[in-house]
């Protein structure tokens, strides 16, 4: 079947199910998971994903805008959903009428719910957001109590959680130390207080790899849904990532070989020269497609079961790899740009540093014209 395509992702929902539980173990039974689905499941196709994560147990998903709210809710009716972002006015009345969960930094933005909740005649939940550190969303830590007491006064509205989120986890320790001694403290003022939270969090990817967050009930992450560990200066424990498989494979295919002499000049601009005689591939792949063109002179592809360096300018639509090594090829053979071929492998994390860039971009950047293909799992 994929005999019909020139560039196409194949996404293994098995290796989705089984990270899901691999997520589950780390961290533990008694946690909920709120897996995130945002940007299109990075990548990987929102409603095929939600779906299986629907199946694997995600007890709540994490969305970036409301459109991809509605897109969860069109394959699961109930599932309660978070919009992590902060909801536009114009969006206020939408958001409390399909009951989506919100996340409210002040009190201004709880007044807007309140009011539109009030107007509607419905109650509408949300989740408080609290910045120890991230310096994009939430209130500060400080005045948590003051500003949870004043949202819980307001009419039509109730408060199901409350988070914050790490700006370096990967990274630095001490940071995120100072960032979870500010939000465990406000927990337990809170909690001594009588309050509970069907939802708190604050460990993305990272934060569930390197930090206990035992204060917690919920944890939060996306990359590593996909299969793929978050990498920084902090080292990972190998046991704990060695179940993850990367769900995304990416594959072009060869649509054009020539052989050429020594002094050839490839691509756009001319950034690079053959020194000596050399079998190029122009393979059916580009920044059409999202392949970045920081990968020109940088990133390689597999063909043949062997790595071959892209060669000059990644252009929009094709770019040239060098097979000189690669045996014998030819036109249609498969390309992988992210994935496994033969002893091979290249993951979304190798072509971004390439790049220059990080796994979320990489994957997040693949375009709307590469199709993508379910297997394992129920796909349908
Ligand atoms: C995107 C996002 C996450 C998931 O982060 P990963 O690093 O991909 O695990 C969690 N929380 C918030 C608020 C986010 O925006």
């Not at 990967?170 to 130390?177: A, Q, R």
Request: net charge positive; hydrophobic share 40%; proline share 4%.
């Amino acid at each position: 079947m994929t005999g019909l395509y020139r560039c196409w992702a194949e996404v293994d929902l098995s290796a989705l199910h089984g990270n899901l539980n691999e997520i589950r173990l780390l961290a533990g039974p008694e946690k909920k998971i709120m897996a995130v689905v945002k940007a299109d499941a990075y990548g990987h196709g929102l409603k095929q994903i939600a779906a299986v994560l629907m199946q694997a147990g995600s007890d709540v998903f994490g969305v970036a805008t409301l459109a991809e709210a509605r897109a969860v809710r069109s394959i699961g009716k109930g599932w309660p959903i978070l919009l992590l972002g902060a909801c536009l006015p114009f969006e206020v009345e939408s958001v409390v009428r399909e009951g989506v969960m919100a996340t409210v930094s002040s009190v201004e933005e709880a007044h807007l719910f309140s009011n539109a909740a009030v107007r509607l005649q419905r109650s509408v939940f949300v989740q408080v957001k609290i910045d120890t550190g991230m310096g994009r969303l939430g209130g500060p830590p400080e005045a948590g109590e003051a500003l949870l007491e004043e949202i819980g006064r307001l009419p039509g509205l109730l408060v199901t959680g409350l988070f914050t989120h790490y700006s370096s986890v990967e990274d630095d320790p001490d940071f995120t130390l100072r960032q979870r001694v500010a939000f465990s403290g406000l927990v337990n003022r809170l909690k001594s207080k009588g309050a509970s939270f069907e939802w708190l969090h604050a460990s993305n990817s990272g934060g569930l790899l390197l930090e206990n967050d035992s204060d917690c009930n919920t944890v939060r992450p996306g990359l590593l849904v996909y299969g793929i560990a978050p990498k920084g200066y902090r080292e990972l424990d190998a046991r704990k990532i060695a179940r993850f498989r990367p769900a995304l494979t990416w594959k072009c295919r060869i649509g054009f070989l020539k052989t050429v002499p020594p002094g050839t000049a490839v691509s756009y601009g001319h950034t690079y020269f053959t020194k000596v005689t050399k079998r190029l591939a122009t393979i059916t792949a580009g920044y059409g497609d999202g392949y970045l063109r920081a990968a020109s002179n940088r990133a390689s592809v597999l063909i043949g079961g062997r790595r071959c360096a892209i060669l000059g300018r990644v252009t929009m639509d094709q770019m040239i790899a060098d097979v000189s090594d690669a045996g014998p090829v030819q036109i249609g053979d498969e390309v992988v740009l992210i994935g496994n071929q033969g002893q091979e492998t290249i993951t979304a994390t190798q072509l971004a540093d390439w790049c220059d860039t990080i796994p979320w971009e990489v994957l997040t950047n693949i375009t709307y014209r590469v199709p993508r293909i379910y297997r394992g799992g129920n796909a349908a």
